[in-house]
Nanobody, 124 residues
Framework: QVQLVESGGGLVQAGGSLRLSCAAS????????MGWFRQAPGKEREFVAA????????LYADSVKGRFTMSRDNARNTVYLQMNSLKSEDTAAYYC?????????????????WGQGTQVTVSS
């Protein structure tokens, strides 16, 4: 059974940092692009960041560019999202997702596997 499990969320003050992790089990995702999405209450789930299969290419939403960094450790079957200079508008549930293909993508419907999410709350 394939599982993606996010961790690292929590409550942080504006300007602070958090590092999210997403550990995969049930199969290896070393050949797959991965992504992070987020969903705030009353809003649609939106793209945050994506990384290709070997970590050589990344893509970020304009709203997080320069503040968030996505990386991966294929030996650990884990991806990360380092979030710095957090703002109140970053408050959301953050979801990890996996594609079936090598290349990164920012469309939700391009991702086949999803985690359950981890809550990030930024207080101002």
């Amino acid at each position: 059974q394939v599982q993606l499990v996010e961790s690292g969320g929590g409550l942080v003050q504006a300007g602070g940092s958090l590092r999210l992790s997403c550990a995969a089990s049930g199969r290896t995702f070393s050949d797959n692009a991965m992504g992070w999405f987020r969903q705030a209450p009353g809003k649609e789930r939106e793209f945050v960041a994506a990384i290709n299969w070997n970590g050589g290419s990344t893509l970020y939403a304009d709203s997080v560019k320069g503040r968030f960094t996505m990386s991966r450790d294929n030996a650990r079957n884990t991806v990360y999202l380092q979030m710095n200079s957090l703002k109140s508008e970053d408050t959301a549930a953050y979801y990890c997702a996996a594609r079936l293909y090598h290349t990164l993508n920012q469309r939700r419907d391009e991702y086949a596997y999803w985690g359950q999410g981890t809550q990030v709350t930024v207080s101002s």
